[in-house]
């Protein structure tokens, strides 16, 4: 299943993934900065932006299997620096357990390790229901969209809020609630976290209520090779709330890898 993507520069690969139901150009300003020294590719996962629909039923090992199928068929052959915010970061971590000789090194954005508790998942299995039903995602959009930024971006930028909403409902409702699905079947991943020996950066937008930013402190601490950096001014969505701190960041962790 091909995936639609962007690739630019050369040098080490930087696959930097999207949250949910957003698209790749959630990451255009870290790939204008980070290719000028590196081959940054950002993929749309399945279901997004212009990549198609994994088939039933939706999983977030079979949209990190894609990106590995992305990597394979474009002849990435070297290991790559993996990073993935949010819903990114489920796939990235299920390719550091089903890909790993493919990893050189990991990044986490405002994300989790642990699987739904049985009420997420019943909650998502009611919002995709009421998306089938309805054809629409407005609900999920105005649940969504507030809890995405921290309360100064709210306040002082709206316009990013609209054109994040913009994006939002340019996605399929039936490939919103398939993701939906895929995110409360998903793994726990916390126990496999000691395992993952690369360098990992994991960056937490202060303000962010979807990702707790001590969760992602511990998530951290557990990486045996792990570095957390708070993004300031931002809450969920740190990419586009505070583009030069993230790239200030993933730059500064890409400097420290030897190549
Ligand atoms: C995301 O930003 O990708 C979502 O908030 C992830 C989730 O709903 O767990």
């Not at 709210?154 to 316009?159: D, G, L, S, V």
């Amino acid at each position: 299943m091909p995936l639609a993507f962007e690739d630019a520069g050369s040098g080490t690969a930087v696959v930097l993934l999207h949250g949910f139901p957003l698209d790749r150009t959630l990451w255009d300003a870290q790939k204008q900065a980070l290719s000028r020294r590196y081959h940054v590719i950002t993929p749309d996962l399945p279901g997004h932006g212009q990549s198609p629909r994994l088939p039933d039923p939706p999983t977030i090992d079979g949209m990190a299997d894609a990106v590995n199928d992305l990597l394979d068929t474009n002849g990435v052959t070297r290991p790559v620096v993996l990073g993935g915010l949010s819903m990114g970061g489920y796939v990235a971590l299920s390719f550091a357990s089903r890909h790993h000789e493919r990893l050189r090194a990991l990044m986490l954005f405002d994300t989790k390790s642990a699987a739904d508790t049985p009420e997420a998942a019943a909650g998502r299995e009611r919002s995709a229901r009421a998306i089938d039903a309805s054809g629409s995602i407005d609900n999920l959009i105005d649940a969504m969209v507030p809890k995405l930024f921290a309360e100064s971006t709210r306040t002082a930028r709206p316009a990013l809020l609209s054109a994040t909403e913009r994006l939002m409902r340019s996605t399929d409702p039936a490939s919103v609630s398939a993701a939906l699905r895929a995110m409360a079947v998903r793994a726990d991943r916390t126990a496999e976290l000691t395992r993952i020996t690369v360098p990992c950066l994991v960056c937490a937008g202060e303000q962010d209520a979807i990702s707790p930013p001590e969760e992602m402190r511990e998530i951290a601490r557990r990486l045996p090779n792990g570095r957390f950096v708070s993004i300031p001014d931002a809450g969920h969505l740190t990419p586009i709330e505070n583009p030069e701190a993230v790239t200030e960041a993933i730059e500064a962790f890409l400097a420290g890898l030897d190549d």
